[in-house]
């Protein structure tokens, strides 16, 4: 089974356009996460989610909006997609908010947005 | 913020040990991982190694930490072709659980 899954796997569409990334995790982790990996492999935090509630928004443009159904689900939704959103978006989970490294965040196998 | 550096690029032959290399600014850094990407899929984490801690070794992993000079090591011994990939280190600041990510090493192995 899956610990962290992504959907879609690749993502291709047109400037200007909306577009969704659905993960999910069945680990029952209490917070989820988004990361994004540009073209030079650098990753960077977006969000963090605990227990569906915004924790961490690291100065994304508003056209970002994760949507956090139940504590399983994390969602992207990107408005108005613009060339620089081009990259893969990584969600991850880990056990708990704070505390010892057993808060590891378990990661997704991505989702390579391309924006034409 | 903090600040994770990695040298980009590392070529190593089969069967030798390879060390990854990590610098990090946060001293309050609690914990420091290492993860693998391999080529079209996510992170795998690999190891980590609590701030207090010197070394861990797990099977052909060997983790330092230097915390004087904020510089963390990942060796692996007998490097197989399957262990060509991208490691990455990060660490972990308590606010938020937020993990830094260095640049990545690519390193690859010729048999």
């Known amino acids: 089974d899956t610990a962290v899954s992504q959907t879609p796997k690749y993502l291709v569409t047109q400037m200007g356009n909306d577009k969704s990334i659905k993960c999910e995790q069945n680990?029952?982790?209490?917070?989820m996460y988004w990361y994004k990996q540009d073209s030079k492999k650098f990753l960077k935090i977006m969000f963090s989610y605990n227990n569906k509630e915004l924790i961490i928004n690291e100065t994304v443009p508003n056209r970002f909006s994760p949507k956090s159904p139940d504590k399983a689900h994390l969602n992207l939704h990107i408005n108005s997609l613009e060339l620089g959103d081009s990259a893969v978006y990584f969600c991850?989970?880990?056990?708990?908010?704070?505390?010892?490294?057993?808060?590891?965040?378990?990661f997704g196998p991505g989702t390579r947005l391309t924006v034409l | 913020g903090e600040d994770v550096e990695q040298s980009l690029f590392l070529s190593v032959r089969e069967g030798d040990s390879s060390v990854i290399n990590c610098t990090y600014t946060d001293s309050s850094s609690t914990y420091l991982y290492w993860y693998k990407q391999e080529p079209g899929a996510g992170l795998q984490l690999l190891t980590y190694i609590f701030s207090n801690m010197d070394m861990k070794q797990d099977q052909r992993l060997t983790v330092l930490l230097n915390k004087k000079d904020k510089h963390l090591s990942l060796r692996i011994a007998d490097t197989q072709t399957g262990d060509s990939a991208i490691y990455f280190c990060a660490g972990k600041q308590n606010a938020g659980n937020m993990l830094t990510f260095g640049g990545g090493t690519r390193l690859m192995v010729k048999p």
């Open positions: 991850a989970s880990s056990p708990r908010l704070a505390g010892d490294g057993s808060d590891t965040q378990y």
């Open positions: 680990l029952g982790h209490d917070t």
